[in-house]
């Protein structure tokens, strides 16, 4: 029993960290969208984004990031990280930039919010089938 609780406290932090990681810097490109950082602004138009929506895409960025730190909305939050970070996939791939990261970071959305959610882990049981 005593290693059933240092597991959970372990994938507990590691989760938490993982996502305080990603919380990070999504609140950091969000932000630099939304105040019109230059080098955000140049970024985001190189991949064909039109400069007066850049600014809305933090906002969404923002709002979903809100929504995935909130143990309660994690797993909304993350959905909706997913799909932001499938469009940036697409775009990506659409103007023949390496693609990898935006994939990477989206595992990692969901490695966060699966080690500190144990309602997911019982929804998405990873353990051998016996």
């Known amino acids: 029993m005593e290693t059933e609780k240092t597991n959970s ?26 105040v019109k950082a230059i080098p955000s602004m140049e970024g985001t138009v190189q991949l064909g984004w039109p400069e007066n929506l850049v600014q809305g895409a933090g906002l969404i960025l923002l709002s979903c990031t809100v929504l995935y730190m909130i143990p309660r909305t994690a797993i909304l ?7 932001y970070l499938g469009g940036a996939t697409a775009i990506m791939v659409r ?4 693609y990898l990261f935006p994939i ?3 595992v990692f959305v969901w490695v966060g919010v699966f080690l500190r959610n144990e ?3 019982r929804l998405i049981p990873l353990n051998k089938v016996e």
């Open 119 to 121: 309602k997911l882990r």
């Open 9 to 34: 406290k372990g994938m507990l932090w590691t989760g938490r960290i993982i996502t305080a990681l990603c919380v990070l810097f999504l609140i950091v490109d969000g932000g630099m969208k939304v």
């Open 77 to 83: 939050g993350a959905i909706l990280l997913t799909g």
């Open 104 to 106: 990477i970071f989206g």
């Open 95 to 98: 103007t023949n930039t390496p």
